[in-house]
């Protein structure tokens, strides 16, 4: 596809639900990073990953956040035990290049809404 | 402390009236500074990218433009369809990594 595609773009889940969220960047685009957006606020950092390494999962904010990328191309983050703290807006964005490096503009999904009840 | 202010938080225009959006930043080792568009229910669409002070990127109505310390997104006669929330980025490197900072935003409301 042409831009970054997110799914669900709903997710509802029970308090203590484990859930999965899935990213598919632009083709070729080397970086992915996942961000956690409250409302009216700007996008948090989650994870970075450069092809299928993780370099920086500094911004996940507990260990029942995990996120993989196995094979360089899709991305995973998982949430597991939901709490209602975590109802947010998960956005995935890719970019060309390497972070630090030139074409290191970042292309976002639409984004995931989950609510947790 | 590593820090992305944009200001002011809203904006309401009326149609044809320019205006400036301020991002402003305090870090070290800066990489890039991007301009976001963001609208209700979508993912951030991004305008701009400037690397260096005195940098400056045009696009139709807007115009980004960089210093040492801030970024202005001028926005000239605008149109309804500008409505959105503007977001600035700063992508920095700290401590050997690099890192990318979003500012809360700035809402923008241009009247017919």
């Known amino acids: 596809g042409a831009g970054v595609s997110q799914s669900p773009r709903y997710k509802v889940a029970k308090r203590g639900q484990d859930v999965a969220l899935r990213c598919d960047p632009i083709?070729?685009?080397?970086?992915l990073f996942w961000y956690q957006q409250a409302l009216g606020q700007g996008p948090e950092f989650l994870t970075y990953?450069?092809?299928?390494?993780?370099?920086?999962k500094s911004g996940l904010p507990s260990d029942r956040f995990f996120a993989e990328r196995p094979e360089g191309s899709v991305s995973t983050l998982k949430i597991q035990r939901t709490q209602q703290e975590d109802s947010a807006v998960y956005l995935c964005?890719?970019?060309?290049?390497?972070?630090?490096?030139?074409?290191?503009?970042?292309?976002f999904g639409p984004g995931t809404r989950l609510t947790v009840l | 402390e590593d820090q992305v202010t944009q200001s002011p938080e809203a904006l309401r225009l009326q149609e044809g009236e320019s205006s400036s959006l301020n991002c402003s930043y305090t870090?070290?080792?800066?990489?890039?500074l991007f301009w976001y568009r963001q609208d209700p229910g979508k993912g951030p669409e991004f305008l701009f990218t400037?690397?260096?002070a005195g940098e400056e990127k045009e696009k139709e109505r807007l115009k980004a433009t960089l210093t040492k310390k801030e970024s202005f997104l001028h926005i000239t006669a605008p149109k309804p369809e500008d409505s959105a929330t503007y977001l600035c980025?700063?992508?920095?490197?700290?401590?050997?990594?690099?890192?990318?900072?979003f500012g809360t935003g700035t809402r923008l409301k241009v009247l017919a």
């Open positions: 964005a890719s970019s060309l290049g390497l972070a630090g490096g030139l074409y290191n503009e970042q292309f």
């Open positions: 083709s070729g685009h080397v970086s």
């Open positions: 990953f450069q092809n299928e390494a993780q370099l920086d």
């Open positions: 870090v070290s080792g800066l990489r890039g």
């Open positions: 400037l690397y260096s």
């Open positions: 980025a700063v992508h920095h490197t700290t401590s050997g990594t690099y890192k990318y900072i």
